[in-house]
Structures are given as C-alpha cells and as structure tokens.
C-alpha cells in the first residue's frame, strides 16, 4: 500500500524555520519526483516545489523562492521541505505528493500524504 | 505564471444529476490538467488526468474532455459520495498554478 506520512508540523513564531518531511513507503521512492502543495486555512490548494526523482532539478513557487527549500534522501525514503524567514501568510497544511509517472519531472499529482498544519504566529 | 480560472465556484444539485463544472487556463496548456477532488479535511484525489484520462479506481461516471485552454468536468450522475469541492491543475509548465475550487453541495 502507497504511503506518505508527513511530520514536522507545529506552531512557530514569525521570522523562524522548521523542517517538514514527509516518509514515503510502499514504491520505489527513488523513481518518482515529489512534490510539496500547501493549503491555508479555509483556501484552495497552492503548488509550493518540486524535486526531481534523482534530486537533480528543484522548482519553487515565486512565494516561498529564496526562502524554502526541498530536499531529498532516496536512502531513506524521505522527501524534505526546510522552511525558513516564516511569515504569517506560510500557514497552512503542507502536502507532499508524488507524480504519476516514473522518471519524469512534471505529472499529475496521484498520491498525496495526510499532510502536517504549520502556524505561524507570535 | 498560468492562471486557472473555474466556474462556477459554488454548485447546488441533487443526486443523479449531471453537472459539468469548467476550468478556463490563461494560455495553452495543451491536455496537461488534471481535476482533483477534495473533501473536508482530507488531502486531494486525483480524479481525471490528461484531460480526459480517468484516474485507476475513480467511477466512470467521471469525465474529462477539452485542450488548450478550455476544459470541462462532468458527473454524469452525482452519487453522494461525490459531494465535495474539486480543483483543476496545469502541469504544462512551472510554477504549477490550481484553480479557485468549485464546492458542489447537496440541493
């Protein structure tokens, strides 16, 4: 059974960093490109980055740029999401999710963690 | 950045009916859209894929047609369990860019 189990959530004050990950299980983790996708309380879902299946290519959305940064161990089955700089407007619950097709960079999204709330207050 | 512009952003309707819910992007995006659905507190479902590709396990009362910038979702006959908000996507291009949502609700 495919799996994605996201941690690292929390409550955090504005200007600090976390470090989201979300523990993949159940396919070869190390063939798919991963995906990050936020959703603010009561909002519609906004794509936040991606990584490539070797890690190779990385792509942010111009809101988080310069400031998030994905990451991954295909050793571990893990995909990473360091947040840093926090503002009010990064609440939201993060989802990671995988693409649909192996080896490729840029697919529907067709498997998707439970996902983990980051608030951002002081 | 692409925009994806749904409509309508709110649906009431019954159940067997049909509802068609529209998806309008900014620019050509050839068939890379996909529709998901979302009910509360859940993550997203990937419903229709490429368009018009019906995701494994998804009913086939879900149907996907339209290319380049204008594409629709249709429920053939809504079930209750089909009640829920869905969103469309492009993956033409970075920064991948959702619409609004469409909240279909029980008349």
């Known amino acids: 059974q495919f799996q994605l189990v996201e941690s690292g959530g929390g409550v955090v004050q504005p200007g600090r960093s976390l470090r989201l990950s979300c523990a993949v299980s159940g396919f070869t983790f190390s063939s798919f490109a991963m995906h990050w996708v936020r959703q603010a309380p009561g909002k519609g879902l906004e794509w936040v980055a991606v990584i490539s299946y070797d890690g190779s290519n990385k792509y942010y959305a111009d809101s988080v740029m310069g400031r998030f940064t994905i990451s991954r161990d295909n050793s571990k089955n893990t995909l990473f999401l360091q947040v840093n700089s926090l503002r009010a407007e990064d609440t939201a619950v993060y989802y990671c999710?995988?693409?649909?097709?192996?080896?490729?960079?840029?697919?529907?999204?067709?498997?998707w963690g439970q996902g983990t709330m980051v608030t951002v207050s002081s | 950045d692409i925009q994806m512009t749904q409509s309508p952003s709110s649906l009431s309707a019954s159940v067997g009916d049909r509802v068609t819910i529209t998806c309008r992007a900014s620019q050509g995006i050839s068939s890379w859209l996909v529709w998901y659905q979302q009910k509360p507190e859940k993550a997203p479902k990937c419903v229709i894929y490429a368009a018009s590709s019906l995701q494994s396990g998804v009913p086939s009362r879900f149907s996907g047609s339209g290319s380049g910038t204008d594409f629709t979702l249709t429920i053939s006959s809504l079930q209750p369990e089909d009640f829920a908000t869905y969103y469309c996507q492009q993956y033409n291009s970075y920064p991948y860019t959702f619409g609004q949502g469409t909240k279909l609700e029980i008349k």
């Open positions: 999710a995988r693409d649909r097709k192996q080896l490729v960079l840029g697919d529907a999204f067709d498997i």
